[in-house]
């Protein structure tokens, strides 16, 4: 692994990338982002060592490097998820390897399914903390010292500075924005209700396939984390309907604009 993150540093940082302020994950729901980025290179994931090719429709897959105002972004334009096949280590590649571009700082954002009775369909929630219900830990196996400690604090996975810090960007805006738990489950099928309730009854408010994994391997480097998430369907008893990725997508655009906006706006400043 270690070979592989280096081997892959050395091909961005040949190809121009140096020293980002931010590390960014698009998920469903940010890929307007992407309008407000000052492009300076882009590399499709098959040019990418050790990268692999997004196998899920309306995530493709290609890393940006570039600028929002003075900050330096490198922003992953679809991002792997373990439902797909890969293993947690080619899952988390791409985290590590921000980091040792000089990355600390990285925004992830989601869909994910709402559990929150007072949560609506195309609400953003900022992600406060998690509940890791994968079936594989990132970190299982023998631990390699130059990522991370074997054991990993996790008392503030998601910076609490920068919640603050959203939220006072969200009121100046006047975009409405929840806070909630994140819990991730491996799908790639969505919950039944009963699921559903489970995810709930466990102290969730949402709940998706994504984010967790890279969160880990984000505070394993000793990274800082701020996560976001649009709520694309809802989760709860007695209103649970038929939901499909097409579904998930159209509802993810209607935060689409919002969610671009609060992320422009906190990179910046
Ligand atoms: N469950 C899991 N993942 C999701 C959902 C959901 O309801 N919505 C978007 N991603």
């Known amino acids: 692994m270690w070979n592989k993150v280096q081997e892959t540093v050395k091909f961005l940082q040949k190809k121009g990338i140096t020293a980002p302020d ?10 307007n982002l992407v309008e407000k980025i000052d492009i300076e290179i882009t590399i499709p ?3 990418i060592p050790n990268f692999q090719v997004s196998t899920v429709s309306g995530h493709s897959g290609e890393l940006i490097f570039g ?18 096949g890969w293993s947690m280590e080619q899952t ?9 571009l000089g990355v600390e700082n990285l925004i992830v954002s989601n869909a994910s399914g709402g559990v929150n009775p007072n949560f609506q369909v195309g609400d953003i929630m900022l992600i406060t903390d998690h509940i890791n219900f994968m079936p594989e830990h990132p970190l299982n196996g023998p631990n390699d010292e130059r990522f991370g400690p074997r054991f990993v604090d996790m008392h503030e996975p998601y910076s609490l500075e920068m919640i603050a810090k959203m939220e006072q960007i969200a009121l100046k805006f006047n975009i409405p924005v929840h806070k909630g738990i994140y ?6 099928t969505f919950e039944t209700p009963a699921e559903y309730k489970m995810v709930k009854i466990l102290g969730a408010d949402a709940v998706g396939m994504s984010t967790v994994p890279e969160v880990i391997a984000a505070k394993h480097l000793g990274m800082t984390c701020f996560g976001i998430s649009v709520i694309t369907d809802l989760g709860i008893e007695g ?12 509802a993810a655009k209607i ?5 671009g906006k609060l992320v422009e706006e906190f990179v910046k400043f």
Do not use: N, W
């Not at 600028?67 to 797909?84: D, L, N, Q, W």
């Open 22 to 31: 931010y590390g960014i994950i698009l998920g469903t729901g940010l890929g």
């Open 45 to 47: 994931y098959e040019e």
């Open 67 to 84: 600028t929002i105002g003075t900050k330096k972004v490198i922003a992953m334009r679809g991002r792997f998820h373990y439902y797909e």
């Open 92 to 100: 988390i590649l791409p985290v590590r390897v921000m980091k040792f």
């Open 183 to 188: 819990l991730a489950l491996q799908g790639p």
């Open 239 to 250: 209103k649970v309907e038929a939901v499909s990725h097409e579904e998930v997508q159209k």
């Open 255 to 259: 935060a689409e604009k919002s969610i």
